[in-house]
């Protein structure tokens, strides 16, 4: 009988994975990690969320391709600003961690529908607030990434979310062919090949307060 892993062991021994095997997890624990991640809460219940596999090896390549093009043009805007080294050194370096999702076995891209319409977005259309923040949809989408990847986890497999090459990549919609998403993050998802050790953590105290 398989041992049955606590929520407490899921969330405490989770990290974020960049080396990979080469082997692909079986679609069916994929489809598993999509419907754990369908069933966290939406703003009205819209579940706005979505997930894109990017199987194709022509899209992988223009994703490179389009990350290697926003580098340089960071590289040329902070030269013209004669801006300071450190910068150039942060970008070469989130560039550089960001290049192992294309190596990985299984690549997403997730987002949420353009044309949700919860409450503050019927509120703003009908002019009754200044403006949509999308917080509604930030939270869904943090929500739905933590049930996939905690799913993963479960099952055995790794993953890691990156929202760095969106700031590379300016274009990524296009690229994936879809007007009807904005996308929000990449996650890469396979087999460890990599035990990461502890990371230190915040305590209680530190997050938490009344008020």
């Known amino acids: 009988m398989d041992r ?12 974020s994975i960049r080396k990979y ?3 692909t997890p079986p679609e ?3 489809e598993m ?13 819209t579940q706005p969320v979505r997930f894109l596999k990017v199987n194709s090896s022509g899209i992988r390549d223009r994703l490179h391709e389009n990350m290697a093009l926003g580098r340089q043009r960071l590289f040329d805007t902070l030269e013209e600003r004669n801006g300071p080294k450190r910068l150039k050194n942060w970008i070469t370096s989130y560039y550089r961690f960001s290049e192992f999702m294309f190596n990985a076995p299984l690549l997403f891209a997730a987002g949420t529908l353009k044309a949700t319409t919860g409450f503050s977005r019927k509120l703003f259309e009908a002019g009754l ?5 999308r917080k509604d949809l930030d939270i869904t ?7 996939f990847i905690l799913k993963g986890e479960e099952l ?13 990549i300016s274009n990524v919609e296009n690229i994936l062919g879809i007007g009807d998403l904005d996308i929000r993050c990449l996650i890469t998802v396979g087999f460890p090949d990599e035990t990461p050790g502890p990371i230190q953590r915040k305590t209680v105290y530190e997050v938490y307060r009344t008020v």
Not at 33 to 45: D, E, G, K, R, W
Not at 129 to 133: A, H, L, T
Not at 141 to 147: D, S
């Open 33 to 45: 990690m999509i419907l754990s991640a369908a069933m966290v809460p939406s703003p009205s219940n």
């Open 156 to 168: 055995g497999l790794g993953s890691c979310i990156l929202t760095a090459p969106l700031v590379f």
């Open 141 to 147: 989408i943090g929500l739905a990434l933590q049930a």
């Open 28 to 30: 069916q624990w994929i």
């Open 129 to 133: 607030i200044e403006r949509y923040d």
């Open 21 to 23: 095997k080469t082997d």
């Open 4 to 15: 049955i892993i606590s929520f407490d062991e899921l969330v405490n021994k989770r990290r």
